[in-house]
């Protein structure tokens, strides 16, 4: 079982965690300092000795920060974790802060003392973040870089993580990693740029067609690397965790130790490019003027998937598929009452592990029913694992990591006979998930310019939900990829090849929430007759196939293409699924997939 | 009658003065100058005077501007005009260039001899557009100021523009200028700005509620004004233009003549608020250090219309649609292949007429029967009028300038029996048209986060039209005002009190053309029962009232609510206007009406 429902919050574990860093602090002779979620590397996920977040406060949300100082320690979360910070922290000892509303600057300004020094790990923080929160503390408080305060005073901090890194059969990746070192260095050799750095464990295992297990529920490899305009690479790796792929690399790749990172580019002639946006502070400093900025060489190439890697995931989303709606036969065959949350994550997850194919989960399972599905970011453990009643929705997120494709799905699960405000909601969000995958939109649009359509069927009932219609989805890598996002804050163009998420949703706070979630892929779109033939269009390629619960539908607020397209959904997922699941899923499917 | 017919362009006259202003250009020492359509206030429309553009080249588009090089004359146009352009310039001496695509800058650099001098007016480039244009050139080629080269050379050029300027009175303006000019000075006082330049002449109309005739179709007053923090207004207009409106601008506002503004500029201590979209180079040269940027302080609230406005446009489009009744009642009784488009011009305009309130049209009719219709900014000349046949679509935009408000209208009229491909396209413009009228969305949201629901249905059709969905109007003003845009390109999130048009298309070259226009102002929106009454949401209100063409309407292609809005809306219209127009009108309207 990959999935553990562990309360691993000990509020109680806080106050002399954080009485110790106050005395390191002191001992440092500064007045603060910040503690990120984040590792040097940036990701969602962080291995056991970078959880100092959770260390200290004991709030294990994937982010947030805090910032302590002599009388107050602020724990920064955003909008999804304001309920679990509170039953996570001690509340006597930290005190939690709205975040982004209240910018970590202003919040400073407001509670440190004149002429405060607030000291920060330089690697934890990017140079974009550094630079946000030094502007506002303008002259009246400064920015010191120490080693890390947490680490001194954590006695029994896990080591780093040391897991043995695979190469990435062609197979999968479709392109080798000699191909793809060559375009990437002819860009930067364009710009005029000497290297890059890489600090994004998955831009690294992209490029090198490399993958590891440093990180729970991520096939990473932590590493740091320059990508240098020859098209060699340095890699600076623990010594051992890529010691079988000497022949996998060739004679191209450098490996050299982690600590080599800074001499080696102390000593770079440069220019080097950096990412404000995951570039840590250190690597900035050392490059001083030799450093350039820029975005990050491998962003958009992995985001744009290859022929290889989209028929990957769509047979990893077949094989997934195949999972989900065995587990979903089987739970529609329980009475209400009968069952957990917990019970349903088991048996979700013994599903996707009787293929071997399964890596991972691509996450913790989000099971959450009647009040528990409206926290959208709910992880059920077994002091909060909740009985699945008549009336209640069951939100039901979940994933796979498997060697072609990494999955994403969210389907929400009439139990028993839900009331009639939750079936118009779950079609007003169905139809906003059925008018994005239809959809067309000219080359050029980014997520912002069409998150939109999968909100109207909401806004029109004035409804809406907190968080972005998508996200990007890697090959084999993070679940959650930028820069692709269907979101009010995306410009990013959206490309051929980029796999998002499409999940709108609705929470209705201590009743219930819904989300609905497919994978998809951009392509182009062929102009149909009487189209625009001139207009370059693109559409979504739908991945993911698994049955949308027709109890929970009213056909009546969907117009006809929108139920036209379920049907058809729903036709090919018989099709699709139908055969590779028991016979008896078979003959639920066939139901399920019915005509609305 | 306001609108002529006649063909203004006469691509015979550009070669002889394009040769006088290359003498100008030797006489001067410098290789190229720059000749915008704008004046120095940026509107869209200019006085005779400032008609540079046109008078050099023969292009009459209201936007574009002339690059003049020793061995070639480039003629900026957008897609709007790249057809126009062709007929209006003589091609053998002027080369029409596609922009935005090609940037001045990167052609300057392609087609000037190395180390030029190229010269611009000063007065007539914003900030903005100078420093893009250097940015460009680097140290490759430079920009230099001189007196206008073109009024060298224009012999009889005419004189400024002198209208007089009446006051606005209260009942339309809502706020009188003392009150609008102490919350303005707050604003400024608060940001540390001793005074902020003021150059769009809607902006001081606004400010000081005043309204003018210097330019045709926008009832402004040509003038400078610094706005200072201590709530006064030092106005820079000829004099004479304001000479009766001393006891409404009362002490607190004081004339100069407009050769006074630099000569105040230079003397200013500062710092002086100037927004880079809109302030002239030459303005800033004179600030020099003393100028900081930052927003046109009248830009937001100007668009923010107050009660009074709202309520004054709301009685504008009621007497403006019962024009447009008339005349489409009018229209339906000719036959087809009986009526010109310029026909239909001069019998709206009529219609408007009859009433008293009508102070001028707020643009020039656009009336394009088939193929005409497909050119977005039609102009009917004398040369390209058309009959209406049978089976044409009939696209016709206008609007008027009333006291209490500014009107602008789009209705597409089939003329006996179009095509079903017309119908179908006109059903998918139709339904963006009222998928956006119904619209609610967050508070916060802009133009570019909306926009796709006006254009969704056309998409998803792989089709689509060239334009924004809607501009900003103006409260007895400029027919096109900004900031408030229904456009990709604008992130202003949108505000209780905005006018904006909601005016999606569909333009097949060489057949047909579809425009449906409605003004529509912004509201906060009242949850329904079952909404999520915590959420801020805005929503449209409709002003404009006429009847859509039901005989272009495939009612199987709108979904119910779509159908709901347009019935409820045909209602109203008819209840609205009925009582309006005469009996004849009334009887054809109750037919339009009927529910589809």
């Given at each position: 079982m990959y999935q553990s429902f562990e309360v691993t919050a000990r509020p109680e574990q806080g106050p002399p965690r954080l009485a110790a860093l106050r005395a390191a602090m002191a001992e440092a002779g500064v007045d603060g300092f910040i503690v990120p979620?984040?590792?040097?590397?940036?990701?969602e996920y962080v291995s056991p000795r970078d959880d100092r977040l959770a260390w200290l406060t004991g709030f294990t949300g994937s982010a947030g920060f805090c910032i302590v100082l002599p009388e107050i320690a602020g724990v920064f979360i955003d909008g999804r974790y304001r309920t679990q910070v509170k039953h996570q922290v001690d509340l006597a000892h930290f005190t939690p802060v709205p975040w982004p509303e209240t910018q970590p600057g202003d919040w400073i300004l407001d509670?440190?003392?004149?002429s405060a020094r607030i000291a920060i790990d330089p690697w934890l923080h990017t140079v974009a973040q550094f630079e946000q929160i030094e502007k506002k503390l303008g002259d009246k408080v400064t920015l010191v870089r120490t080693d890390n305060l947490v680490d001194r005073v954590w006695e029994d901090q896990p080591g780093p993580a040391n897991a043995p890194a695979k190469a990435h059969p062609m197979e999968f990746a479709g392109e080798d990693h000699a191909h793809k070192r060559a375009r990437l260095a002819a860009a930067l050799e364009a710009e005029g740029h000497a290297a890059a750095v890489i600090t994004l464990p998955d831009s690294i295992c992209w490029l090198l067609n490399i993958r590891g297990a440093d990180i729970p529920r991520n096939p990473i490899v932590q590493a740091f690397a320059l990508l240098n305009a020859d098209a060699t690479v340095d890699l600076f790796v623990a010594p051992g965790k890529c010691a079988g792929l000497a022949d996998h690399l060739g004679a191209n790749v450098r490996q050299h130790p982690p600590e080599a990172l800074l001499g080696a580019l102390a000593d770079h002639e440069g220019p080097v490019r950096i990412d404000r946006g995951s570039c840590p502070v250190i690597v900035a400093d050392t490059l001083g003027d030799r450093g350039v900025e820029g975005e990050e060489p491998c962003l958009l190439p992995k985001a744009c998937k290859n022929a290889a890697e989209i028929a990957g995931s769509a047979a990893a989303h077949l094989r997934d598929g195949a999972a989900v709606v065995e587990l979903l036969a089987w739970l529609d065959a329980q009475p209400a009452g009968t069952l957990c949350e917990t019970d349903v994550v088991r048996a979700l997850e013994a599903e996707r592990r009787k293929?071997?194919?399964?890596?991972?989960?691509?996450?913790?399972t989000i099971s959450g029913t009647g009040p528990n599905g409206a926290i959208m970011h709910y992880r059920v453990t077994e002091a909060t694992d909740s009985l699945l009643e008549d009336g209640h929705l069951l939100v039901l997120d979940s994933g796979g990591q498997y060697l072609d494709g990494t999955t994403d799905i969210t389907r929400t699960i009439a139990v028993g006979t839900p009331p009639h405000e939750a079936c118009a909601a779950f079609t007003r969000v169905l139809a906003g998930m059925i008018g994005m995958s239809r959809l067309r939109w000219p080359k050029g649009l980014s997520g912002r310019d069409i998150e939109a359509i999968g909100r109207a069927p909401l806004w029109y009932a004035h409804q809406d939900f907190d968080h972005g219609l998508g996200h990007g989805v890697g090959a084999?890598?993070?679940v959650h990829e930028g820069p692709q996002r269907l979101s009010r804050v995306s410009t990013q163009p959206l490309e051929v090849g980029m796999i998002l998420s499409n999940e709108p949703g609705y929470y209705r706070e201590g009743a219930f929430g819904i989300r609905i979630e497919n994978l998809v892929v951009a392509q182009k779109a062929q102009a149909p007759q009487g189209g625009d033939a001139h207009r370059e269009m693109l559409c979504w390629q739908t991945l993911t196939f698994a049955p949308i619960d027709?109890?929970?539908?009213?056909?009546?607020?969907?117009?006809h293409p929108t139920r036209a397209w379920l049907d058809a959904y729903h036709a090919e997922t018989l099709e699709k699924i139908g055969p590779r699941v028991s016979d008896g899923a078979r003959a639920w499917l066939a139901k399920a997939c019915a005509p609305v």
């Open positions: 979620r984040a590792d040097a590397h940036q990701g509670h440190a003392p004149d293929d071997n194919a399964l890596q991972d989960i691509s996450f913790e084999y890598l993070s027709r109890r929970l539908i009213l056909p009546e607020l969907l117009d």
